[in-house]
T-cell receptor
Framework: KAGVTQTPRYLIKTRGQQVTLSCSPI?????VSWYQQTPGQGLQFLFEYFSETQRNKGNFPGRFSGRQFSNSRSEMNVSTLELGDSALYLCASSLNGSPDTGELFFGEGSRLTVL | GENVEQHPSTLSVQEGDSAVIKCTYS??????FPWYKQELGKRPQLIID?????GEKKDQRIAVTLNKTAKHFSLHITETQPEDSAVYFCAASKGNTPLVFGKGTRLSVIA
């Protein structure tokens, strides 16, 4: 069974640009969550999608957005990039999105560097 | 919302010794507490979890304890080995709310 796949793995952008990251969950998983990981800040929740609907949203500015397609694949977009957006963006999938009933399976992440 | 504090941020132990990482949470309604391990350059992976109706859970060399009254939970690793070196994250959630993670503990096991 294939794991969670994220693309691209690495990318470099300049301030003001926008970026789109992609996540393909484990087959059969309907929930996709996105986390931002930075040194010293741990994993900060961005948003969660379940059956193409955003079910939960973290405390990030509106520049961060996402969507989920009918095949459960998800994308997140960051517009007007800032230096502080440099981070590892992790996608995690689970069967139904309830952490207490299903393990989160993480992808290897997309490392974004903003210059 | 939920806030999870994790201590220490770094921990070095001699191979064979025990390691303890502690977390506190703020929302008394939280009922699920997993621990994830992230090796260098790898993805976080679940290693053990505990629910609020249980006080302790063990899996070979790792164990987790939960004190609901004090709102804290701990990860215990016994007989540490070099492959235990990683960053460990605790987390908390309730129902279908997203996991809120601590900031992580970098564990180094010195051979």
């Amino acid at each position: 069974k294939a794991g969670v796949t994220q693309t691209p793995r690495y990318l470099i952008k300049t301030r003001g640009q926008q970026v789109t990251l992609s996540c393909s969950p484990i087959s059969g998983h309907r929930s996709v969550s996105w986390y931002q990981q930075t040194p010293g800040q741990g994993l900060q929740f961005l948003f969660e999608y379940f059956s193409e609907t955003q079910r939960n949203k973290g405390n990030f500015p509106g520049r961060f957005s996402g969507r989920q397609f009918s095949n459960s694949r998800s994308e997140m977009n960051v517009s007007t990039l800032e230096l502080g957006d440099s981070a590892l963006y992790l996608c995690a999938s689970s069967l139904n999105g309830s952490p207490d009933t299903g393990e989160l399976f993480f992808g290897e992440g997309s490392r974004l560097t903003v210059l | 919302g939920e806030n999870v504090e994790q201590h220490p941020s770094t921990l070095s132990v001699q191979e064979g010794d025990s390691a303890v990482i502690k977390c506190t949470y703020s929302d008394s309604a939280s009922n699920y507490f997993p621990w994830y391990k992230q090796e260098l350059g790898k993805r976080p992976q679940l290693i053990i979890d505990i629910r609020s109706n249980v006080g302790e859970k063990k899996d070979q060399r790792i164990a987790v304890t939960l004190n609901k009254t004090a709102k804290h939970f701990s990860l215990h690793i016994t007989e540490t080995q070099p492959e235990d070196s990683a960053v460990y994250f605790c987390a908390a959630s309730k129902g279908n709310t997203p996991l809120v993670f601590g900031k992580g503990t970098r564990l180094s096991v010195i051979a």
